[in-house]
């Protein structure tokens, strides 16, 4: 059995800063990437960051610059530190895990953590 655990989220004025974290625990046997993911009210869900376990990233074209994905290996856990936040960041934010456990290659999603940009 494999759990993901979101926290970090909150409000916070435009402007300011947040930091999300997912910690990955259970059957895990390799962790190939680790990624989050928004979805706003209406919309679709949108990648925002991906960290490969080489250290390669990649971030939506919204959010470089602002955002930086990170991950303590040893812990299988991954950050998204959120800076100068603009209320179209709001939405509630995943985190994604692709990985092995056993001969089974698997992606599992956290339960989500919401996220509101407003004064």
């Known amino acids: 059995q494999v759990q993901l655990v979101e926290s970090g989220g909150g409000l916070v004025q435009p402007g300011g800063s947040l930091r999300l974290s997912c910690a990955a625990s259970?059957?895990?046997?390799?962790?190939?990437?680790m990624n989050w993911y928004r979805q706003a009210p209406g919309k679709q869900r949108e990648l925002v960051a991906g960290?490969?376990?080489?250290?390669?990233?990649n971030y939506a074209d919204s959010v470089k610059g602002r955002f930086t994905i990170s991950t303590d290996n040893a812990k299988n856990t991954v950050f998204l530190q959120m800076n100068s936040l603009k209320p179209e960041d709001t939405a509630v934010y995943y985190c994604?895990?692709?990985?092995?456990?056993?001969?089974?290659?698997?992606?599992?999603w956290g339960q989500g953590t919401q996220v509101t940009v407003s004064s």
């Open positions: 994604n895990v692709n990985f092995r456990s056993g001969t089974s290659r698997l992606i599992y």
């Open positions: 259970g059957s895990i046997f390799t962790i190939y990437a």
């Open positions: 960290i490969t376990t080489s250290g390669t990233t």
